[in-house]
């Protein structure tokens, strides 16, 4: 395996790595993916829904209760609620 140098970093004491900001004491969410998923307008389509999740999914280990703030969201994906999606 080769290393390219001017993709590595080393002696740093914190870094961004696969998302998260990484530091010597711990892992946190990384402050661009929180304000992309806070400026996102409420979805709308089914889709968006699933993208939505999807985001809510990858910072979840960060979110207290996140199964609680997303209920609303898997209702909305079941078959029969599609219809029911309201400003919860």
């Known amino acids: 395996m080769k290393l390219n140098p001017s993709k590595c970093t080393f002696g740093v004491s914190s870094g961004r790595f696969l998302g998260y900001l990484v530091t010597q004491r711990s892992i946190e969410a990384h402050p661009r ?6 400026k996102k307008k ?5 889709k968006e829904i699933q993208s939505m999740t999807g985001r809510a999914a990858a910072l979840n280990r960060f979110l207290s209760r996140s199964t609680d703030k997303c209920r609303p ?3 909305a994906l079941k078959k029969g609620q599609r219809d029911k999606w309201d400003e919860e």
């Open 33 to 38: 993916q929180i304000k992309a998923i806070l």
């Open 42 to 46: 409420s979805p709308s389509t089914v």
């Open 73 to 75: 969201f898997f209702k």
